[in-house]
C-alpha cells in the first residue's frame, strides 16, 4: 500500500505543482480580474480531494477487490458535494467575475479528475 501511494505521489505532487504554477502566472499577469480564492488554495483542495481519494481508493481495494469501482464513483460525488460547498462563499458573495471565478476552480477540477480516473482504472485493472 504505502508503494502505491508514493508511486502515486511521485506524479500528483509534480502534476500539481505545474498546473499552480500555470494558473499562478496565468492570474498575476494575464487577467486583470479580482479572484476570490487564490490559485493556492484551489489546488490544495484539488490535491488533497485527490489524495484523500486515491488513498480510499487503495484501502478499498486491499479489502473489497470487486467494490472499488463503486466506491471511486462515491467518492467522486462527495468530492462533487466538497467542491460546490468550497464555492459557496464565492456563489454568495458580491464578487463581479463569478464566472471567471468559477472557471478558475472547474478547469483545474476536471483536469484533477482526469488523473485520479486514470490511476482509478489502473488500480481497478490490476486485478
Known sequence: MKNELLAFLKRLLPFSILLWLIQ???QQYVFEVEFYYSSFSIYLFHF???FLIYLSLV?????FTDKTGFA???????KMVAAVIFLLPLVLSEVNAVFVNVLAFF????LFLVFETLY???????T
Open 59 to 63: 484501502f478499498v481495494y486491499k479489502n
Open 120 to 126: 482509478a482504472v489502473k488500480l481497478i485493472n490490476k
Open 48 to 50: 488533497l480531494a485527490t
Open 72 to 78: 471511486f464513483m462515491g467518492l467522486s460525488l462527495f
Open 107 to 110: 478547469i483545474p477540477y476536471f
Open 24 to 26: 499562478f502566472l496565468l
